[in-house]
């Protein structure tokens, strides 16, 4: 033991500490070395520890890796993740024969050295999130089982690596890669699913690339995306009347020089948005449309409203996307001159808009790495990292005239030269083996013929059975290759297939068309009218009287509420339109008084509704948190209640109803601020109070806020606004007891954990968590540090301290600013009552 460090020779625990460099008086017969979160550019000196077995050098400044590395003979361990390390020079990894674990994660990696294959006892190797296009050299790795290469550049996996004999890979996770060979839905299907894919490209080796763009069109309402989707289908101009403006989302196909397209139109209405997460997919290409003739220069509205919502939103949900800016009715401006001047405002604006966002990131991690121990903010520093290198591509602004010929045919060409272009790489190119073009043209076949049904719900199982009618093939290499297939023609728009959610996973849905109709029949701008509507004859078949119509209408004007019922006499209405006379379908897709339908169970599973008893603030399906747990589960089946509803938070009106329970806010509440940045996306405090609302029966919502109801406790979740910095608030009053202190933040901690959940969906974003200082007036506040495992047990010690003092010189107990428990209860004197 070095009695000047307190620190064994075997374990040298250097972590933390700011160094920036290795001191030289350091014992070096340590086995085991902790340099992580330290300020190291180089590691010099290493070589001085020929006894190491674990080296972790994760969390510094290291741009290279030295060459004094191939001295440590011993090493088995080495830890270099989130480091600036560009390059590794050969003959290191020779002189490495012991050394099985490797994470060399979050850097900044091109290439790797050709020798790396000479590190012969290596099992896991972590090289995700590098700039790698090329992983050749893995090969001849003779004892690698685990392989991450997520977040790269690779275009190819070498098929060698995945070959009998090679290897004993048994992990390897390559999502988030421009993956062409094999495509990245063959990767989503783990290691058997690469080797099955590389065997049927031996197997045939006469394979194609083939181009396949999912293009989305998206814009405000009335800007044009059906006209110019339509237009561009048919290669001619297309006149869209007023009454046929997209509801929903429109499907169609076009092929020009062998590149398809799967054109979704989606329509620009807010409450039609709510939904467009469910079939949002990434690597996509984006067609922004807008009416360049009602935008103005002037007015800073114009530009926020046409442009920067949709952009900022396309950011925080697919940050890596291409986006085309289409502006239409050019015709209808004065001349040339002004189409120029919009064209040039609108691109300056856009590049301020994406640099100013850069700046605002850089910024923050700016401030947080000036933090007195930057070790309590690693994790935020990470996500900074990570959305500083998403690079969100917005193309020149292209602006045309719908009602030429010429500019449709220059608009399609335009968009073809763009996707072939290695600047733009939207990924669009996927090799497949015959044998799964065969699968892909089966389901074709089977449609065609009328095999499947038309409104093309089917389930997996079955779907298998008919295409071996039409392939050639062993049912063990169909199903490998046919949940591939349907991941891939999910993600690019042909097919819609729910793999994640259990109990539709046995389903697929050949024809995305009817799934969207059925969506739109319940989130639609114009509810309210298509209710009032509903004939006699369509009440009788659900056994409702007139009278009741008129309760459901007044239940969703007024409480946002939607009745089961009402909700299947829609759905059911929409079928009769589509032609659907199977009652089986029927009471699948729809539901009845016991079960609940395909659709209510997409839009409960999308966070779209929430389940609730009618003229009651009681969520039926709502488990009790139970603080300290992992999870939370109910304790039996949830209550059924026939005459049910669900509560659409997008419908409401206002936040009447939680201001009256809550009153006024109290100096002395408890309060957390969540900052999400660059803001917080449209529709997510949506989500946000359907998720909170899935954890406790008894609440009450409004548009912007809900209040959650906990035995005696409530907890107040609003969305708020100070200073153009976007934040959710979480508010409860402050208990009358010491020992009630834990229950109120075990609240809060249950409404942030929910949050954090949501927020990654949106890889765009990223959070801050503050306490403001609880004096009256005073702007300074109290930042939290990582948060993002609030299921830790030592939570409630991370703040060590008995009191906190803001900058401003105001001293409250801790317990009133953090989760904390006083191990000691006393007497509270003048001074602890704040």
């Known amino acids: 033991m070095d009695s000047r460090c307190g620190i064994s020779w075997e374990e040298l625990d250097l972590s933390g500490q700011k160094l920036k460099s290795l001191p030289q008086a350091l014992q070096t017969h340590a086995s085991s070395v902790d340099l992580q979160r330290n300020k190291l550019k180089r590691v010099t000196?290493?070589?001085?520890?020929?006894?190491?077995?674990?080296?972790?050098?994760?969390?510094?400044?290291?741009?290279?890796?030295?060459?004094?590395?191939?001295?440590?003979?011993?090493?088995?361990?080495?830890?270099?993740?989130?480091?600036?390390?560009?390059?590794?020079?050969?003959?290191?990894?020779?002189?490495?024969?012991?050394?099985?674990?490797?994470?060399?994660?979050?850097?900044?990696?091109?290439?790797?050295?050709?020798?790396?294959?000479?590190?012969?006892?290596?099992?896991?190797?972590?090289?995700?999130?590098?700039?790698?296009?090329?992983?050749?050299?893995?090969?001849?790795?003779?004892?690698?089982?685990?392989?991450?290469?997520?977040?790269?550049?690779?275009?190819?996996?070498?098929?060698?690596?995945?070959?009998?004999?090679?290897?004993?890979?048994t992990v390897c996770k390559a999502m988030g890669n421009p993956l062409r060979c094999p495509p990245e839905e063959v990767c989503a299907g783990g290691v058997m699913d690469i080797q099955s894919y590389f065997r049927q490209m031996e197997e045939n080796p006469n394979t194609r690339s083939g181009w396949t763009v999912k293009t989305m069109f998206l814009g405000s309402s009335m800007a044009g995306k059906s006209t110019l989707c339509r237009s561009l289908r048919e290669g001619k101009p297309v006149a869209v009347a007023v009454e046929d403006r997209t509801e929903g989302i429109e499907i169609s196909q076009l092929y020009a020089q062998e590149?398809?397209?799967?054109?979704?139109?989606?329509?620009?209405?807010?409450?039609?948005?709510?939904?467009?997460?469910?079939?949002?997919?990434?690597?996509?290409?984006?067609?922004?449309?807008?009416?360049?003739?009602?935008?103005?220069?002037?007015?800073?509205?114009?530009?926020?409203?046409?442009?920067?919502?949709?952009?900022?939103?396309?950011?925080?949900?697919?940050?890596?996307?291409?986006?085309?800016?289409?502006?239409?009715?050019?015709?209808?401006?004065?001349?040339?001159?002004?189409?120029?001047?919009?064209?040039?405002?609108?691109?300056?604006?856009?590049?301020?808009?994406?640099?100013?966002r850069k700046t605002v990131l850089k910024h923050l991690k700016k401030n947080l790495e000036e933090n007195m121990d930057v070790s309590l903010f690693t994790d935020q520093l990470d996500e900074l990292d990570c959305l500083l290198e998403y690079n969100l591509k917005v193309l020149d602004l292209v602006t045309l005239d719908c009602t030429r010929a010429e500019d449709i045919a220059k608009l399609r060409s335009h968009i073809l030269t763009c996707i072939q272009s290695e600047s733009v790489f939207l990924c669009s190119e996927s090799i497949l083996p015959k044998s799964y073009e065969a699968v892909e043209q089966a389901i074709h076949t089977l449609v065609a013929q009328e095999e499947i049904p038309q409104h093309g719900i089917i389930l997996l199982e079955e779907l298998g059975d008919l295409i071996l009618n039409h392939v050639e093939m062993s049912r063990e290499s169909l199903h490998s290759i046919l949940r591939f297939l349907l991941r891939y023609l999910h993600r690019i728009g042909v097919i819609v297939w729910y793999e994640d959610i259990s109990v539709l996973s046995d389903r697929v849905f050949i024809q995305p068309s009817f799934l969207i109709s059925m969506f739109k029949t319940i989130v639609r701008h114009d509810l309210v009218q298509q209710l009032e509507g509903v004939s006699r004859d369509l009440l009788m078949q659900e056994g409702a009287l007139v009278k009741q119509k008129f309760t459901w209408v007044d239940d969703l004007r007024c409480r946002g509420t939607l009745h089961n019922a009402a909700m299947r006499?829609?759905?059911?209405?929409?079928?009769?339109?589509?032609?659907?006379?199977?009652?089986?379908?029927?009471?699948?897709?729809?539901?009845?008084?016991?079960?609940?339908?395909?659709?209510?169970?997409?839009?409960?599973?999308?966070?779209?509704?929430?389940?609730?008893?009618?003229?009651?603030?009681?969520?039926?399906?709502?488990?009790?948190?139970?603080?300290?747990?992992?999870?939370?589960?109910?304790?039996?089946?949830?209550?059924?209640?026939?005459?049910?509803?669900?509560?659409?938070?997008?419908?409401?009106?206002?936040?009447?109803?939680?201001?009256?329970?809550?009153?006024?806010?109290?100096?002395?509440?408890?309060?957390?601020?969540?900052?999400?940045?660059?803001?917080?996306?449209?529709?997510?405090?949506?989500?946000?109070?359907?998720?909170?609302?899935?954890?406790?029966?008894?609440?009450w919502v409004g548009r912007e806020q809900c209040l959650l109801c906990c035995g005696n406790r409530l907890a107040l979740v609003r969305q708020k606004n100070e200073d153009e910095d976007p934040f959710i608030e979480i508010r409860c009053?402050?208990?009358?007891?010491?020992?009630?202190?834990?229950?109120?933040?075990?609240?809060?901690?249950?409404?942030?954990?929910?949050?954090?959940?949501?927020?990654?969906?949106?890889?765009?974003?990223?959070?801050?968590?503050?306490?403001?200082?609880?004096?009256?007036?005073?702007p300074h506040y109290f930042t939290w540090r990582d948060w993002q495992e609030l299921h830790n047990a030592d939570f409630y010690n991370i703040v060590k301290e008995e009191k906190l003092v803001c900058q401003g010189g105001h001293t409250r107990r801790t317990e009133l600013i953090f989760p904390r428990v006083r191990r000691l209860m006393t007497q509270p004197n003048e001074d602890d009552s704040k």
């Open 733 to 778: 009053r402050r208990p009358e007891k010491d020992e009630e202190f834990r229950q109120l933040w075990d609240l809060i901690l249950a409404v942030m954990s929910k949050l954090f959940v949501l927020s990654r969906q949106w890889p765009g974003l990223t959070q801050q968590v503050h306490t403001p200082c609880p004096e009256r007036g005073c």
């Open 569 to 699: 006499i829609l759905m059911r209405r929409e079928l009769e339109k589509l032609d659907v006379d199977d009652d089986d379908l029927v009471g699948e897709v729809v539901g009845t008084k016991r079960e609940e339908g395909i659709i209510l169970t997409l839009l409960q599973h999308f966070e779209v509704c929430l389940p609730a008893f009618v003229g009651n603030y009681l969520n039926p399906q709502a488990p009790e948190f139970v603080p300290g747990g992992k999870q939370w589960e109910s304790a039996g089946e949830a209550k059924r209640d026939p005459d049910g509803a669900c509560l659409f938070p997008i419908y409401l009106k206002d936040d009447l109803v939680v201001c009256h329970k809550w009153g006024e806010d109290k100096q002395d509440d408890l309060s957390v601020h969540v900052y999400f940045l660059p803001e917080i996306p449209h529709g997510f405090f949506h989500r946000v109070i359907i998720k909170t609302c899935s954890l406790y029966p008894a609440h």
């Open 259 to 356: 590149v398809r397209f799967l054109f979704w139109d989606f329509a620009g209405q807010e409450e039609y948005y709510l939904t467009h997460h469910v079939f949002i997919t990434p690597r996509a290409l984006v067609i922004l449309t807008f009416d360049l003739a009602s935008y103005s220069i002037v007015d800073p509205h114009s530009f926020k409203d046409q442009l920067w919502f949709w952009i900022n939103n396309i950011q925080l949900r697919v940050p890596d996307s291409v986006v085309l800016l289409v502006g239409t009715h050019c015709d209808q401006c004065r001349d040339q001159e002004e189409v120029m001047e919009k064209k040039e405002d609108i691109e300056e604006k856009v590049e301020i808009m994406l640099a100013k």
């Open 45 to 169: 000196g290493i070589s001085r520890f020929t006894h190491l077995t674990e080296l972790n050098l994760s969390r510094n400044k290291i741009m290279e890796f030295s060459p004094e590395m191939h001295n440590l003979h011993k090493l088995e361990i080495l830890y270099m993740n989130q480091n600036n390390i560009r390059a590794i020079p050969e003959g290191i990894f020779p002189h490495l024969r012991r050394l099985k674990f490797l994470k060399l994660s979050t850097n900044r990696l091109a290439k790797l050295p050709p020798d790396i294959n000479q590190c012969t006892s290596i099992t896991h190797l972590d090289l995700s999130k590098n700039c790698l296009q090329n992983i050749e050299p893995l090969v001849g790795l003779p004892k690698l089982k685990e392989l991450l290469v997520e977040r790269n550049q690779l275009t190819e996996l070498p098929s060698k690596l995945f070959q009998n004999g090679s290897c004993e890979l």
